[in-house]
Structure formats: structure tokens, C-alpha cells
């Protein structure tokens, strides 16, 4: 089931990308800014999953921990990468309802470019600072990870050394790093929801929410299985075994929600149906 789950994941953002580089009519702000996520969503996936249906099929369910760190190096990166295109796009959704006809002005290549580059570079720092950070702790024999990867607290919750530092890290610096673009996301929403009761035309406000429905519906998914997962009474734990909701809401946000956004903009967008269509005739 996650192997088919996984297929689907990497072949429907495969999809959206090459109709979005095949089809001119797809090169625009929000557009580039969808392949940008569908690119994140197939490594953000591909940092885990393979890990786990290696575990699933094969008895051996050790890893190194040089492996460990670059897993979870890259399951941090494109985890905070999506929240921040996803904050990047609310704001491109905001322009576009709030000031239409200076859109085109304001979203000008050169700025999609610096937004998707400040992105880039800001998940991959705050990444390799708690990745780094790990590095300082002592490991001494083999130690069991009660996760189907290397989850951040629950490595630090098996070092034999004071990880309470790498802790307060993480709900400090984690927590600015997630909560500026999910609080983006939001202010931008309700300037929208703002603009929508201004607009006197029922079928116009119709259309203007239309454009946001899709984005929407992928933050409502992204972030309410992050929700449920690290925003726990405990955010470190003491190394015991994750319970199977806590699991199963990781594989919400690590495979569910990658594998559903291409249908989502794959089925709510016309723009994007005609592309598909011309892709594949």
C-alpha cells in the first residue's frame, strides 16, 4: 500500500511539473511557485518512505548514523521548505485577489526568483543548525528509534549525553521557523477574506475564492497533521515507542498530503486540465 501510495506521490508531481515547464501558458508566479512544491513534496517524500518500505520488506532494520543524520538533514530541510512555499503562495493568492491590476508588477520574476532562493536557503540553515547541534551529543552502542525514521526528538531522546539544550532549540528556533510562515499564511487569508466581502457579485467572489481553494485545502492538510504530531503536551519524550495515531499522522504529512496535491491541483484547475490534456496527446 505505501509503495503504490509513493508511485502515485512521485508520478502525479512528475505530472505537474513537466505540464507546467511544458505549457506556456502554465508560466506565471503561481505556477512556478506550484512546481517549486511539487519538487519539494517528491524529496520531501523520498527522505523517509523508501526507508520505511526497506523496513516493511527486509529483516534488517538498522542504520548508521552518518545515514541517520542526512536523513533527518533532509527530512527537516523539505519539511520547513514546504511551509514556506506554502506561506509563499498565500502570499502570490493575496496579491492576485487584493491587487489585481498591479499583480503583474509586483509579482515580477526577479521576486518569485528571490523568494523561492530566501526559502531554499533558510530550511537548509535551520536544518543543518539542529542537524549540527545533534552532533555534539554522545552516542554509545546501538540504540533503538521507536519511529519508522530518524525523527528529530526521538534521537535526541536516546543520546547518553544532556540533549535538554537541543531541546529548547528546537521549540524556540522551531517554532519562529514554523510558526512566521504558517502566521503569513494566515494574515494573508484574512486580507483575502477581507477583499472577498467587498465584492458586491456574488459569481466574482465565487471566482476569486476559487483560486485559493486548492492552496487552501493543501495547508489545511499540511498543517493539521503537523498539529496533531508536535503540538503535544511533551515534545521531547523519554525514547519510548511513538504511539500509532502519532505514527500514522506522520505518514499524513510525509505521504498523504505530497500524494494528494497533484490531484488537487491537478482536478480543481482548468488551467492546469488543458496542460495535462496537451501533455498528453
Same mark, same amino acid.
Given at each position: 500500500?505505501?509503495?503504490? /501510495?509513493?508511485?502515485?506521490?512521485? @508520478? ?14 502554465? =508560466?506565471?508566479? /503561481? ?26 520488506i527486509?529483516?534488517? #532494520?538498522? @542504520?548508521? $548514523? ?8 533532509? $527530512?527537516?530541510? $523539505? ?14 493568492r ?7 491590476? #498591479? ?15 530566501i526559502?531554499?536557503? %533558510?530550511?537548509?540553515s +535551520?536544518?543543518?543548525? +539542529? ?6 551529543? #554522545? ?7 521507536? =519511529? ?10 536516546? %543520546?547518553?549525553?544532556?540533549?535538554s ?9 522551531? !517554532? ?18 477581507? !477583499?472577498? $466581502?467587498?465584492? +458586491?457579485?456574488?459569481?466574482g ?8 481553494? *486548492? =492552496?487552501?485545502?493543501t ?18 519524550? *523519554?525514547?519510548?515507542?511513538v ?39
Open positions: 500500500m505505501f509503495f503504490i /501510495m509513493y508511485l502515485i506521490t512521485i @508520478l502525479g508531481n512528475l505530472i505537474i511539473l513537466t505540464c507546467i515547464v511544458y505549457d506556456q501558458a502554465l =508560466h506565471s508566479p /503561481m505556477y512556478f511557485f506550484l512546481s517549486n512544491l511539487s519538487l519539494v513534496d517528491i524529496c520531501f517524500t523520498s527522505s523517509t518512505i523508501p526507508t520505511l518500505l526497506s523496513t516493511l527486509s529483516d534488517n #532494520r538498522s @542504520l548508521s $548514523f552518518p545515514s541517520c543524520l542526512s536523513q533527518m538533514f533532509s $527530512f527537516i530541510s $523539505f519539511g520547513n521548505l514546504e511551509n514556506n512555499i506554502l506561506a509563499i503562495m498565500a502570499y502570490d493575496y496579491v492576485a485577489i487584493c491587487s489585481p491590476l #498591479r499583480y503583474t508588477l509586483k509579482m515580477k520574476n526577479s521576486l518569485c526568483i528571490l523568494l523561492v532562493a526559502s531554499w536557503i %533558510a530550511a537548509c +535551520h536544518s543543518l543548525l +539542529h542537524t549540527l547541534m545533534l552532533t555534539t551529543l #554522545r552516542y554509545v552502542g546501538l540504540k533503538k528509534v521507536y =519511529h519508522f525514521f530518524c525523527e528529530i526528538s526521538q534521537v535526541l531522546s536516546v %543520546a547518553d549525553s544532556d540533549a539544550l537541543n531541546f529548547s532549540l528546537i521549540i524556540t528556533e522551531g !517554532a519562529v521557523s514554523v510558526g512566521i510562515p504558517f502566521l503569513c499564511i494566515i494574515t494573508s487569508y484574512g486580507y483575502i477574506l477581507m !477583499a472577498l $466581502f467587498q465584492i +458586491h457579485s456574488t459569481n467572489s465565487q471566482k476569486a475564492f476559487s483560486t485559493c481553494s *486548492s =492552496h487552501l485545502t495547508v489545511c492538510l499540511f498543517y493539521g497533521t503537523i498539529i496533531s504530531v508536535y503540538f503535544r503536551p511533551s515534545v521531547g519524550g *523519554s525514547g519510548g515507542s504511539g500509532v495515531g502519532e505514527r500514522a499522522a506522520t505518514i499524513g504529512y510525509t505521504l498523504l498530503t505530497p500524494m494528494l496535491n497533484p490531484i488537487i491541483y491537478g482536478l480543481r484547475n482548468e488551467a492546469m486540465k488543458k496542460a495535462m490534456g496537451k501533455v498528453f496527446q
